[in-house]
């Protein structure tokens, strides 16, 4: 009996000794390393989020705590494929769509001359210079820069293209501001996202969301030779010319909206990579005498693109309306058109109530918000190709709209574009809503 208890002693002393030792050597190894780096082995990527069976749950903040105790020798390398650009202001570092068009917004500007022509601009670097088109500022020296806060400030026009859209404004009291990035490293491409952002009509902080929907196109508005332009499906409207073209996604600025058609609303964009030298130029040795083109003041124009057809284009100088101009018969009719803008704008962004509530009572009464929300969910983007309003004699507004819809596939099945064409009745609501116009109905798939 006494054998076998001095047996338990020796075997009990052996294995106390043995963790004594090895905890002295792990700590004379994390003493070695000026007591930084991990004092644990390394704890698999998998091991906080399944314990071992038998185990204790781990909290999620316990095993944050773990985590951030691994040190930095037990981080992972980052990905060598990561694009060098990725994550630089854009949705894949956390920004959502919203943060990138606040932020964005903040750096683009109304522009409006003395005679009350309005157009749009961005600031693109810290000297407090303005880029927008040529024909928004031809004729003037001085205009009137109108921040998105509503602040006003004098600008003065320090370069102007003749032949190239393109003119640059200095404003002193933005000096000093971060302007917005501009994409340089490469140039857009057919079905990459884009926002288009200004002032159509004169309606300040207007976002509109496409994509680009040709590239290269090439034609000539008098004075001036538009070519290798971004054709994009984002609606714009006179007032827009001067404003950016942005990348969805970064937020960088891909170029400068400047025409519109006359059919069918399809814009273009110089793209920003073709005019920045000019602005540079201009910008670090301001023009002394600004050159005044003469405009051809024609109300539309028949160039020849680049494939060899033609298209009637809307002299996009219509840019530089009046009040008196803009009520000429058409104020119905745009705010009808703006009311389906915001509707797919809205549906765009998957928020569903804001489109919802733009529909009349009557819809709303046959068909449930959760209904509604329901019928968007295999879809994945919609972008408005075309949109026109015709007013009718009862003071309705027939909006006739053409779609493109990317749709999730059925059984795993690849995503597609799919062409919608609709025709929409807006009109005034009654009651409360007597002075608000809604979509009072729709039809899929007219004749």
Sequence with gaps: MKKQTLISVIVSASVLLAGSAGSYAIHRSYSAHGGSGALLAEVPANAAAAPASGGTDVSPEESA???????????????????????????????????????????????ETSDGSIGSGFLYNEQGDILTNAHVVAGFTDVTITTSGSEEM?????????????????????AGVEPLELKLNAEAE?????????????????????????????????????????????????GNSGGPLVDRTTGQVLGINSAVTDEGGIGFSIPVVNIVDSAREWSEDPME???????????????????????????????????????????????????????????????????????????QAK?????????????????????VGVENADGTVSVYVSITADERGKDGAEASAVVYDLLY???????????????????????
Aim: proline content about 5%.
């Design 65 to 111: 705590d773990e985590t951030a105790a691994l040190g930095e020798e037990q981080k992972p390398e980052p990905d060598s494929d990561t694009p060098a650009d990725k994550g630089q202001g854009g949705e894949e570092d956390g920004r959502t769509l919203k943060d990138i068009i606040s932020s964005v917004g903040e750096k683009v500007v109304m522009i």
């Design 289 to 363: 005498v600004l050159p005044e083109p003469e405009y051809g003041y024609d109300d539309s124009v028949v160039p020849e693109d680049d494939s060899g057809s033609t298209d009637e284009y809307t002299d996009e100088y219509t840019d530089e309306y009046t009040d008196e101009e803009a009520s000429e018969g058409t104020e119905l009719e745009y705010a009808a058109e703006d009311v389906l803008y915001a509707f797919y704008d809205a549906v765009s962004l998957k928020d569903y109530r804001t489109a919802y509530d733009l529909l009349g009572p009557k819809w």
């Design 425 to 447: 009745q807006v009109g005034y609501g009654s009651g409360d809503a007597s002075e608000v116009l809604q979509i009072l109905s729709g039809e899929s798939q007219y004749e």
């Design 367 to 387: 068909q449930s918000y959760e209904k509604f929300a329901a019928g968007y969910q295999d879809t994945l983007g919609v972008y408005l190709d075309y949109c």
């Design 154 to 174: 004098a600008g003065t026009v320090i370069g102007i293209g003749e032949e190239t859209d393109v003119a640059v404004v200095r404003v002193e009291d933005l």
């Design 190 to 238: 057919i079905g990459d996202e884009v926002l288009a952002l200004g002032s159509p009509l004169g309606l300040q902080n207007t976002v509109t969301t496409g994509i680009v929907s040709g590239v290269d196109r090439t034609f000539d508005i008098d004075p001036y030779y538009y070519e290798g332009l971004y054709q994009i499906s984002a609606p714009i409207a006179p």
